[in-house]
C-alpha cells in the first residue's frame, strides 16, 4: 500500500476513534443511475444499473477527482486492510439521514414472517414494455399477491440515499428477519422517517422484478414500532458467495487494475482482499475519488451479477453467466475512501 493511502487510513481511524462518524467515507456520494440505461457490454464484467428506472432524480455523482492515481507497487500485498471502526449506516450520524441502530455480528433476529414472501421469488420473465427509444425494459410486471404477506418486526439494515429533495432512503430500503432480507422499492414514499435499526410492520401487497431483483412495491399497515435496534451484519474475511446475497456485510481491501464502465456512470473495480489478497470482488460505483491503488472498506447490502431471479433463468436455470456476487455503492455512505495525499 502506498504511503499516502497507509496515512491517510491511520489519519481518518484515529478520527473516527474519537468520533466515530461516517466523514471519511461520505453520504453525499450515491451511486445508483436510474435514469439511463445499462450499456454494460460484457455481461461478466458486471454491468448493470442495480435498480428501477422509474426516478427522475439525477444521483449526485462526485466530479472532483482524487490526485492520488499511482497503483499501489509497494511490497506487502496484504498491507491493506478493513477499517474495524466502519460501520457503514448503522449508528447515529449526522451526515446520513437514515443512520441508527448498533452493528451486531451476534444477534439472532427473530421469524418476522418475510419467509412467506421469499419463498414466493423465482426468476419471471419481463413485462415486455419498451423504453422511449425501443429497448425492452429490465422489469417484470408488477405481481398483486391475492394473498398478501403481513410482517411483524423485520428489522431495517440500510437504505438508499437523500440527494437534494429528493429522498431515495424512504422508498428504498432493506429489511431482515430471521428467513433473510427483502428489498423494499415502494411506487409511493413512506411518510414516516425511515431509519435503519427500526422494527416495522408491515402486509405486502404487491412486489416486481428488476433485472433480476426482487422487490416490494406496496404495503399496507406500515408502522415503525421501535427504533436503535442491533442491526446484524457480517464481518467479512472469506470468499463472498451468493450465501450473502442482500445480506449487511463488512469487507475491506485494495482497489487493483484499471475499471471498467458498467452501466450509467458507474466504473466497475476489481477489490482484493483477505490475510493474503486471496479473493476479489467487483465492487460498482460512480465516485470519480476511487483510483486504482485506494484502501476502502465497505460495508453494505451485497448485490449481484445477474440477480438470481433475472429471466434468463426462467427457461434455463443452469443459463450462464450464473449469478455473482458484487458490491454497489448505492449509497456512499457504505463506502470508506479516506482521502489521498501527497508523497
Known sequence: MSKRNLLALMFCSMALALA?????????????DDTVQDTGGDPDAGGEDTDDEDTNVEPDVDTEP????????????????????????????????????????????????????LD?????????????????????????????????????????????NADQGQQRFWVQDANGVAKFYLSEAIVEPILVGQKINFTIESYQYYSGQAQIKSVSGFEIVSADNDVPYID????????????LVRVGGELVGAPTECGGSSKCYTMVYGENDEFSVTLRSSSNFLAEGDCVTFMGPVVAHPHPYDARYVADPAATPQPSPQLDTINFSWLFDPPSFED
Do not use: W
Open 20 to 32: 466515530p462518524l461516517t466523514a471519511c467515507g461520505g453520504a453525499e456520494d450515491p451511486s445508483d
Open 66 to 117: 482524487d490526485t492520488d492515481t499511482e497503483p499501489d507497487t509497494g511490497p506487502n500485498p496484504n498491507s491493506c486492510v478493513k477499517n474495524s471502526l466502519f460501520a457503514g449506516q448503522v449508528g447515529d450520524f449526522e451526515n446520513d439521514d437514515h443512520s441508527g441502530g448498533t452493528p451486531s455480528t451476534t444477534v439472532q433476529l427473530e421469524d418476522a414472517g418475510l419467509g412467506a414472501y
Open 120 to 164: 414466493l421469488l423465482e426468476p419471471t420473465p419481463l413485462s415486455g414494455e419498451t423504453f422511449p427509444d425501443g429497448n425492452p425494459k429490465p422489469s417484470s410486471v408488477i405481481i398483486t399477491l391475492d394473498t398478501p404477506v403481513e410482517v411483524t418486526g423485520a428489522t431495517i439494515i440500510a437504505t438508499s440515499f437523500k440527494t437534494g
Open 236 to 247: 467479512l474475511d472469506g470468499e463472498l458467495t451468493m450465501d450473502h446475497y442482500e445480506r
